[in-house]
């Protein structure tokens, strides 16, 4: 099975890839709404902050 769609789709291969370098960008609803659930604990903070 490796190397098929099921494969690609399976959530081991998605854990045990490594992380694909690109760019996230958040409008100002989506760093709210991730800001509130970083800090009620559901989330983990982000690690790269735009400066300010």
């Avoid at 959530?11 to 045990?16: A, F, G, K, R, S």
């Avoid at 409008?27 to 009620?40: C, F, I, K, P």
Wanted: charged residues 25%; hydrophobic residues 50%.
């Amino acid at each position: 099975m490796l190397a098929t769609a099921t494969c690609a789709d399976c959530v081991v291969t998605h854990l045990l890839s490594p992380a694909r370098r690109e760019v996230v960008l958040f409008d100002a609803d989506e760093l709210r709404a991730v800001e509130l659930l970083a800090a009620a604990g559901l989330v983990p903070t982000l690690r790269h902050r735009e400066a300010r």
